[in-house]
Structures are given as structure tokens and as C-alpha cells.
């Protein structure tokens, strides 16, 4: 007896009415690209503080700091100096938002931290192998 020969039927709907219905059960339940990006948990003030905090203290004693220093000093315009260097890293910090923002809305965070992850190893190992043989 071949058990193959007779397709098995377990109800009356057809295998594209089937179809249909998973679709709208996935379009129901899973959320937009826009729902899912436009959530927040933390008040504006917590993600402020934080990224100050963060920021001004992974900057201080860093290159872009010494050579703004090295700059006022030269020019003897420390407004004008401080205006272009503000300038700049707005400018530098606009890109990293924006480019955040982008990927935040496209990869799930487990996978930005997984990269993130990998691209610093991988910055590590250089810095090390260039102290080992240089």
C-alpha cells in the first residue's frame, strides 16, 4: 500500500486561504520598523545625563582635546578655536547619531552589540600586533 498517493486533507480551506490567514496573523502581530524605533524607556534627561557623562569623559586627555589645546596656543584666538572645534565634533556627533539611528532601526540590538563586539576585538588585536612587531 502506498501511503503517498492520496494527498491529506485535515480541513475544508484551501492551502491559499491558509496562506492568507498566516499573513494577517504576522502582519497583526509583529511591529512596524516605525512602532518598534519610536518606543523609549528612558526619560530624555537619564539619556542626556548619561551620554555627557560619557562623552566628556572619554574625551578628556584624548587627541582631539590636545590638539585644540596645541591650537589656542598657536593662534592665539581661543574663541575662534573653540567655536571650530565645537563646530566639528557637533558635526562628528550628528553623523554618529544619525548613523545610529539608521542601524537601530534596521538590525536588532543583540546584533549591533555583537558587532560592536567584534569591530573592538579586532581594534585590539591590531593596536597589539603593531606594539609586538613595530
Keep these: 500500500m502506498k501511503l503517498d498517493s492520496v494527498p491529506l486533507t485535515t480541513n ?8 492568507l490567514q498566516l499573513e494577517d496573523t504576522i502582519e497583526l502581530n509583529s511591529p512596524t520598523v516605525a512602532e518598534d524605533c519610536s518606543q523609549k ?14 562623552i566628556f569623559l572619554a574625551e578628556i586627555g584624548d587627541k582631539t582635546q590636545l ?9 592665539h584666538s581661543p574663541w575662534v578655536v573653540f567655536f ?12 554618529g547619531v544619525l548613523l545610529g539611528s539608521w542601524i537601530a532601526c ?13 569591530m573592538l576585538l579586532f ?4 593596536l597589539f600586533w603593531d606594539i609586538l612587531f613595530a
Design 106 to 118: 534596521r538590525l536588532s540590538p543583540k546584533t549591533v552589540e555583537k558587532a560592536a563586539g567584534v
Design 67 to 75: 590638539s585644540t589645546l596645541l591650537m589656542s596656543a598657536e593662534s
Design 12 to 19: 475544508t480551506q484551501s492551502q491559499s486561504e491558509n496562506q
Design 84 to 95: 571650530g572645534s565645537a563646530a566639528a565634533l557637533i558635526t562628528t556627533s550628528l553623523l
Design 123 to 126: 581594534i585590539s588585536i591590531m
Design 41 to 54: 524607556t528612558e526619560s530624555p534627561l537619564v539619556i542626556f545625563g548619561t551620554t555627557f557623562i560619557t
